[in-house]
């Protein structure tokens, strides 16, 4: 029997060949990483590459590292709600962390001055540690840092090819923000202080924010004036884009244009709409509003697929569905996020299957988006425990020290995206079923003449399976690209054995031919 998914990433860091030929370099020693984060920023050329092929991770500034202790005004890591001292130096400082699992392209939440005090409703302090809650859109927090650091990250970002996307939010300052009371902006606004908030998605105050009249030109105006410079004043590749339903279609096409005039035309963006599939976003996709959405069906049908939940052939058929995306836009899926329980949770706490979840997520159409520490384990609870800080085990590096971490699931992670960054069959290839019998589902990603084959076992017992292999691996030697073991294709056909929660991700073995 095969060890299982954690184990076998533990035994050995091997990658084949066939797997590494984009990989990026390996990460430069820690001189050269302050150095570049000490530089004045300098133009990078990023690599011509299609969003398709980026894999994404969201990082909340405040919980990921702590590079500036001056900075830590009233943090508080022991409590949920209070700022815990992370900011844009240490995220520099460590960005390897992230670049050496081979992602290219980081999300950061909003960055400009938040409300300096907090609000009780939750039942205890909360602040807005997490960017949502604006008092000032025209300055960057220096919670978070200063512009000099921010421009710092984001040429240290570019310096790895990574793109970088910020998190921007038009839909509502924060409470008691500034704006609230300034004669100058306040009849701009709906408020509970007001007793104007409408019941519809566009007049609503969500979560009893403050909610800008964006149906009004001359507040439509105010708020691109000051958020779209961020774009080329630090040199962001995209927007994150917050509460989009909550903002009428003409604002959003509006931006659009504006974007592509002021910062670039390939400027990418990337929205939220709460609850949105393939679906419903296909009215902002039509409208050329938004470049990708979040996918948030995705979680929800993978873990309870992976839990006995549904036949397999019903999973597959939502695999399948999720290509069916309008041409030129993409959908962005998760297994966490700031606003939702995580999938390990939701798992149980289950290594093995949250393993499983990672490999369908990262093998599977969409722009993946890894949630900053889900893959070295973090408890990625219920709110606001799903906002905990980046774990780093034994290093010394606030504030998550001594918070355990997985690294064979880490290592799981480097593997699997080490082989979807060699493949553009797995993020730009047609998907087909192979076998849907049972426990055990296994697809095909195939894209010209590059072709995976993924075979994933929810079952708690071994199981297997014969299916068709692609055509293009005629002639070719075929290997399991996670532990490297060669599989046998005869006449046609390879024989598939899986240890329960287990996968394997079959591929060409480059250099060699089949005996």
Not at 24 to 36: C, D, F
Not at 228 to 245: E, H, N, Q, S, Y
Not at 453 to 462: E, I, L, Q, W, Y
Request: some cysteine; hydrophobic content about 40%; glycine content about 10%.
């Amino acid at each position: 029997m095969r060890p299982s998914l954690l184990a076998a990433a533990a035994a050995s860091l091997l990658v084949l060949p066939a797997c590494t030929a984009h990989v990026p370099a390996a990460p430069r020693p820690a001189a050269a990483a302050a150095s570049a984060a000490a530089s004045p920023p300098q133009p990078v050329a990023l690599p011509d590459r299609p969003w398709a092929d980026e894999i994404l991770y969201f990082v909340l500034v405040d919980r990921f590292a702590d590079g500036d202790r001056t900075n830590d005004e009233k943090a508080n890591p022991s409590a949920p709600g209070a700022f815990h001292g992370g900011d844009l130096t240490g995220l520099t400082e460590h960005l390897d962390e992230i670049a050496s699992l081979g992602v290219t392209a980081i999300w950061v939440n909003p960055l400009v001055k938040n409300i300096p005090g907090y609000v009780s409703g939750a039942g205890f302090p909360d602040w807005g540690y997490h960017g949502y809650w604006a008092d000032d859109y025209g300055k960057v927090d220096p919670r978070f840092g200063t512009e000099e650091s921010l421009r710092a990250f984001v040429n240290a970002c570019h310096a790895r090819g990574i793109r970088v996307l910020l998190d921007v939010v038009y839909n509502h300052p924060g409470y008691d923000s500034h704006y609230v009371f300034d004669k100058a902006t306040r009849d701009w606004l709906r408020s509970g202080i007001r007793g104007d908030c409408g019941e519809d998605d566009l007049t609503s105050c969500v979560a009893g924010l403050p909610d800008w009249k964006t149906e009004r030109p001359e507040v439509r105006d105010f708020l691109l004036d000051l958020q779209i410079p961020w774009a080329k004043r630090f040199g962001f590749d995209g927007f994150r884009l917050d509460t989009l339903k909550h903002v009428d279609h003409d604002f959003w096409q509006i931006h659009r244009r504006r974007i592509r005039a002021e910062a670039s035309p390939t400027f990418f963006l990337l929205g939220e709409l709460w609850g949105g599939d393939r679906e419903s976003l296909d009215t902002y996709f039509a409208a050329d509003e938004i470049d990708a959405g979040f996918d948030f069906t995705f979680q929800g049908n993978t873990v309870g697929w992976i839990l006995g939940r549904g036949r397999t052939i019903a999973y597959e058929r939502y695999l399948e569905s999720r290509q069916k995306v309008r041409a030129g836009h993409f959908l962005a899926h998760f297994l966490s996020s700031h606003d939702v329980t995580g999938a390990k949770k939701m798992l149980g706490g289950d290594l093995d299957a949250f393993g499983l979840a990672a490999i369908l997520q990262l093998t599977t159409a969409g722009i993946p988006t890894v949630f900053y520490g889900e893959e070295v384990g973090r408890d990625i609870g219920d709110w606001p425990a799903n906002r905990s800080d980046m774990p780093w085990g034994d290093r010394d590096i606030l504030p998550g020290k001594g918070k355990p971490r997985s690294e064979p699931l880490r290592e799981l992670y480097r593997k699997v995206i080490a082989v979807r960054r060699a493949h553009p069959a797995l993020s730009r290839g047609d998907h087909a079923a192979l076998s849907v019998d049972g426990d055990i589902l296994v697809f095909a990603r195939r894209l010209e003449g590059d072709a995976v084959v993924v075979a994933v076992n929810r079952g708690r017992g071994p199981g297997r399976v014969r299916v068709t292999v692609p055509q293009a691996w005629t002639g070719a030697a075929v290997a399991d690209v996670l532990t490297g073991e060669p599989i046998e294709v005869r006449d046609g056909s390879a024989d598939i054995a899986l240890a329960g929660r287990s996968a394997r991700i079959l591929a060409p073995a480059a250099g060699k031919t089949s005996p």
